[in-house]
């Protein structure tokens, strides 16, 4: 396994700070139980109803269902750890775990449901919008791009290969469009929206901004849909998080540009603002830029960050549909903070460097690690080969910048 190799690497082994206790997200009390109800349901209670006996040999914390270990794990400097046993578990309950209710998420310019599970875990989904070796039109802005379910699910891998590790867990999920959305959901915008094609295929569009329309339905074949079903961050009223607009934002406007598309010296002012004067916000961000144009995202117009952190914390690289959508041309101006700053961590780049090797190819072990999806293969052959060639343009930017 080359995957397995990786992860052996040195490079993959460099220390996290120590995780003291204001460096955690939540500080749980270690007496709350959690307990499966005695119907046999796998739904569980807290503390305040369970048995105050737990099973033999099981701490409270045991008791946890997995989303929830998942949630009590976030801390300063990751969103999970490397080695974390709870990842295919979680993934694993994303894929399986029963539905129970399926609305529609608000906001947004394109349909995305909230479906929950028995033990109280949300998922995000993202339904199929195109299949796996359709390239999006060049005359496309990427602003009215489609949202794809396969790219979420391979960009939560590759930012995992990359030791970002700050993408929420995503699996893929063919759902069943009657039972598991259109009988369940409580939703009556939603359930308004539901019909049957001329085909004899199940169909829905909800209510959004963009593709909400019957012209845009989802159908069913004939009511099982694919889909990317991404663990839920920490509800906001628990765990605040701050939303920042990225200083090399696009201008989302058919003709005019953005002020870093007209300035080349656009980075020195950026690092005069905070919070990129000081702390590596600057470094993390070209991390974030590094992993856009390997995937070809270019609609990356804010970013997350926990309020608990401050500013001394990772970003988070939430909602990344827009990316694996070309893979016969690449867009240089996803890296220009890496050209115009001509900064990069020394671990990132080693990374890349290593992911550039014949033993740790990036596009095999992104192949490896996708094929354990249930929807692989999650990428056609040529987004893989993309990624190669893709890295290859950041280490020759990387190399520009060392010779200056």
């Not at 701490?59 to 750890?81: C, M, Q, S, V």
């Not at 979680?90 to 479906?115: F, H, P």
Request: glycine share 4%; proline share 7%.
């Amino acid at each position: 396994s080359k995957l397995a190799a990786l992860f052996e690497h040195p490079l993959y082994n460099i220390p996290v700070p120590e995780v003291t206790e204001k460096d955690k997200l939540f500080i749980i009390n270690p007496m709350e139980k959690f307990s499966l109800r005695s119907s046999g349901s796998d739904e569980w209670v807290s503390s305040s109803k369970a048995e105050t006996l737990l099973p033999t040999g099981k701490t409270a914390y045991d008791t946890y269902p997995t989303w929830l270990k998942f949630h009590i794990g976030i801390n300063r400097y990751e969103l999970y750890p490397r080695r974390d046993p709870l990842l295919p578990m979680l993934l694993r309950d994303l894929a399986t775990q029963r539905i129970v209710s399926s609305v529609q998420k608000s906001g947004g310019t394109q349909l995305k449901l909230i479906m929950m599970f028995p033990n109280y875990g949300q998922a995000l989904f993202k339904p199929m919008k195109q299949t796996r070796d359709q390239e999006t039109p060049i005359d496309f802005f990427y602003f009215s791009d489609f949202e794809r379910h396969n790219a979420e699910i391979a960009a939560f891998h590759l930012d995992r290969i990359l030791d970002f590790r700050r993408i929420p867990p995503v699996s893929g999920r063919l759902v069943n469009i009657t039972k598991e959305i259109r009988d369940i959901t409580t939703d009556k915008k939603l359930a308004k929206t539901f019909f049957i094609s001329p085909a004899g295929n199940v169909c829905f569009y909800g209510e959004c901004s963009y593709y909400c329309s019957t012209e845009h339905a989802l159908c069913g074949k004939p009511d099982r849909l694919e889909g990317s079903m991404a663990a839920l961050l920490p509800d906001k009223t628990l765990a605040k998080r701050r939303s920042w607009r990225s200083p090399w934002r696009r201008s989302y406007h058919k003709s005019k540009k953005a002020e870093w598309e007209l300035n080349p010296n656009y980075c020195a002012q950026v690092r005069e603002t905070p919070p990129y004067d000081r702390g590596h916000r600057l470094l993390d961000l070209i991390d974030m830029t590094i992993l856009d144009f390997l995937m070809g995202n270019m609609d990356r117009h804010h970013y997350e960050t926990f309020e608990k952190f401050g500013n001394d914390t990772f970003l988070l690289h939430l909602d990344n549909g827009r990316g694996f959508g070309t893979h016969s041309r690449d867009e240089p101006s996803i890296l220009a903070p890496l050209q115009q700053c001509c900064s990069i961590k020394k671990s990132t780049y080693l990374r890349l460097q290593l992911l550039a090797t014949q033993p740790y190819r990036l596009s095999d072990v992104l192949r490896e690690a996708l094929a354990a999806d249930p929807l692989a293969p999650v990428l056609a052959e040529p987004h893989l080969r993309a990624l190669d060639r893709r890295l290859g343009k950041v280490l020759v930017e990387v190399g520009h910048c060392l010779a200056r």
